[in-house]
């Protein structure tokens, strides 16, 4: 089993943040999607970057893994885990692909198999129902306001001649307007096919929402950090701000302060209930003194303004 480097797919160092972590992810995704890309592999590319991010963006699974890299992640040769190592978020007891399209490290090591799937192979009294598989799906914040079609690209099992093979298989999936983080779109009869004539399993999509740049999440609202020199916030101004499509104008009031959140109703994620918000987080953003006189007016501001924020200390 060949090794995966999880940190040089996404192009970081084995010391990124998740906040890195999520904007070399959503780089990289929008380089490769499938629906997009032009890159020849950009379907393999695409499949390891999402896998990467799987691992890398859980605390837990990222630790293993960095336990695992230690041990043997120079290796040329096949790859083993270490003596004695067991995941701890894994079961591999159970011998399903439920990450269809990941490689056999991501399924050796850290997929969950401890799930039950409605009608998978390990709790259905019929053994010869096709197995259900599950894998995820990457969506843009901006695909789930009005819904999108996605191709797909998935390999299923086979036994043919007492052997277990694997088939591609292709679909056009319609993702309906406000999909969830987390969410399952149940795909009947997708799954591997059935054995002497009976059904087909299903394929499971989770949804995982690709992160943006500019964009947080709050359940359905978005929080856009908002930087304003220190007399914008006090004299007020009117600015242009992005959202999910397109430009708004904000009228930011004088007086402003730091953390201070100005809302602009209807431009966050859709969901069952409506439509929520885009949230504009305030913070104050001191330019460097870059010569004398920027320098001077601040010192004759200091002069001017005797306000201590710190009066209540005393």
């Known amino acids: 089993m060949k090794f995966k480097d999880y940190y040089k797919i996404l192009q970081v160092g084995d010391t990124a ?4 972590i999520k904007k070399a992810y959503r ?60 995941s701890t978020t894994s079961n591999n007891q159970y011998q399903g692909n439920e990450h269809g399209d990941f490689s056999e490290f991501f399924n050796s090591f850290f997929a969950d198999r401890g799930q039950n799937y409605e009608g998978s192979q390990r709790h259905s009294p019929d053994l010869f129902k096709g197995q259900d598989l599950e894998m995820e799906l990457p969506v843009f914040l901006e695909e789930t306001l009005s819904g999108t079609t996605k191709a797909l690209d998935y390999h299923v099992p086979v036994i043919t001649n007492n052997q277990r093979q694997q088939i591609k298989k292709s679909l056009k999936v319609k993702i309906p307007a406000g999909v969830t983080d987390g969410e399952r779109i149940r795909l009947k009869g997708q799954g591997a096919l059935g054995r002497q004539g009976k059904l087909n399993g299903d394929l499971y999509l989770v949804i995982r929402l ?62 069952k209930t409506g439509q929520g918000d885009l949230l504009a987080l305030i913070k104050i953003d001191i330019p460097p003194l870059t010569n004398t006189e920027t320098k001077r007016l601040w010192s004759e501001l200091a002069e001017a303004d005797k306000y201590n924020p710190r009066a209540d200390w005393s």
């Open 17 to 20: 943040d998740l906040k890195q």
């Open 210 to 271: 690709v992160p943006h740049p500019l964009f947080d999440l709050q359940g359905s609202n978005l929080i856009l950090s908002l930087p304003l020199t220190p007399w914008e916030a006090a004299l007020g101004i009117k600015l242009e701000i992005p959202t999910l499509d397109g430009k708004v104008k904000l009228n930011i009031p004088a007086n402003s302060r730091s953390g201070q959140k100005l809302r602009i109703k209807g431009k966050g994620l859709k969901s």
């Open 27 to 86: 780089k990289l995704a929008l380089k490769y999607h499938p629906d997009t890309s032009p890159e020849p592999d950009g379907d393999e590319n695409f499949k390891e970057v999402a896998e990467a991010y799987e691992v890398l963006k859980d605390t837990k699974k990222r630790a293993e893994y960095d336990e695992l890299r230690r041990y043997g992640g120079c290796s040329t040769d096949g790859f083993d885990a270490p003596p004695g190592w067991q």
